[in-house]
Every structure is written in C-alpha cells, then in structure tokens.
C-alpha cells in the first residue's frame, strides 16, 4: 500500500464563499489525491494544514533538547521534542511527500518553513560525521518522491524564465528533501495569478493536466514496486 504524506502551507481555504479568494495550491492538491483514488484505492494518506495549524519555531531551549542525547534528555526536554518526533515519523512512514504551497514573498510560507526546521534533525532525518570531510551531512531515510504543487503571482519561475533567480520556493524546497530522503523530485506550478488573465487560466489548466499525468506514472511505478 502506497503512503502518502500531504502538506498543505497556504493560509487560504478551499471552500471560501469568494472564488478568487480560493486557494489554489490547495485544490490542486486534492485534484492530486483524488486521481490518486481512481487509480489505486489502496493508498494510506495523512494530511496536514500547515496554513491552519501551524508548527512552532525552534527556539534556544528546542535547539538544546534535540543536541543533548537521548538519555539525558530531561523530562521538559523530551516533551519539547514530542511534535517533531511525530512529524518526523510521518515523514518515515512516507513513500510519497506531496507539498502544495503558494509563493509568498519569492519563498515559502513561514509554516512550511518551520515544519522543515521540526523534521530535518540531525540523528533523525541526516547522520553528522566529520569524517566525510566537507559534506559531513548523510540523508539516514532515501526512497521517497516529493510533488510540490505550487502556486505563484506573477510567472517565469522555471528554469530558464524570467523570474528563475527570483524562485527560492522550489529551490530551497529541492535542497531540503535531500535530506528527507527524497530521490525523485516533481514541481508543477499554477502562474500569473496577480494578472488574472488567459495566461492564468492555460495555466491552472495546464497544471491539472501535469498533475494528472503524474499522479498517473507515479501511481503505476509504485503500485508495481509494490
């Protein structure tokens, strides 16, 4: 059974009574999901709004808990400890991470980013050896797909557009799956959205034709590995 861990980080919801006030990455997660379901009903999902509920940011204390071992853990440290150790375990059970995340700011919302900052964790998500030399840092999980299904303003993000230098949403996200163990790395991108034009509106389409496609090949490749 195919494990599917969905994030979703825009402060929008789906259901608002104004359209346009709609998220879109959001609704194109759930396209995802629920292309997912006529492939293959034999999938396990966990989700969470991270637009809705938000994880803490690391703080002084949250920074010693996780460098002291284990074992000398005090009682206020372990209990410190206790969220990213579930996120971190959802992200372990995980055969495939779907994010869906607006670009706020030409990066990702502060929710996305403190929920990377809970889950990548030295003797959790990577191993520290020194002996590697410069490149000490060693994913300890690997196998996993990650689908960022993003939704920006203006345009040009990919590679080769206007706006490629401007993109620290897809980018920063790549490098930080790394270390989640992420081998195979998928983006599809709605833009325009400040214009509102057809330029948008091929967009959003062409997106759910790219995320349907996908879901396709992804459903197939893991239903067999299975």
């Not at 000398?72 to 375990?89: F, G, K, N, T, Y």
């Not at 998928?186 to 879901?215: C, K, M, N, P, W």
Request: hydrophobic share 40%; net charge negative.
């Amino acid at each position: 059974m195919t494990k599917i861990l969905k994030l979703d980080a825009s402060a929008r919801l789906v259901d608002h009574e104004v359209a346009a006030y709609r998220s879109l990455s959001k609704l194109l997660s759930q396209h995802f999901l629920d292309r997912w379901h006529a492939n293959n009903k034999e999938v396990s999902i966990t989700c969470r709004d991270l637009g809705l509920e938000p994880p803490g940011f690391v703080s002084q204390d949250w920074i010693a808990a996780v460098f002291t071992p284990e074992e000398r853990r005090s009682p206020e440290q372990h209990a410190m400890l206790v969220l990213s150790d579930q996120l971190i375990d959802e992200v372990a059970e995980a055969d495939v991470i779907l994010i869906s995340s607006p670009m706020y700011n030409y990066g990702m919302p502060a929710c996305l980013k403190a929920w990377f900052d809970q889950v990548v964790r030295v003797n959790k998500t990577f191993s520290f050896d020194l002996a590697r030399g410069d490149f000490p840092l060693q994913p300890i999980f690997s196998g996993k797909t990650l689908v960022l299904l993003s939704s920006c303003g203006e345009f040009g993000f990919g590679p080769g557009g206007i706006r490629e230098d401007m993109n620290h949403l897809g980018p920063h996200i790549r490098t930080l799956s790394h270390y989640l163990g992420v081998d195979a790395y998928h983006e599809i991108r709605i833009e325009y959205q400040e214009f509102g034009d057809e330029r948008h509106q091929d967009s959003i389409e062409r997106a759910y034709r790219e995320t349907e496609q996908l879901v396709d090949t992804l459903a197939h490749r893991l239903h067999v590995a299975a």
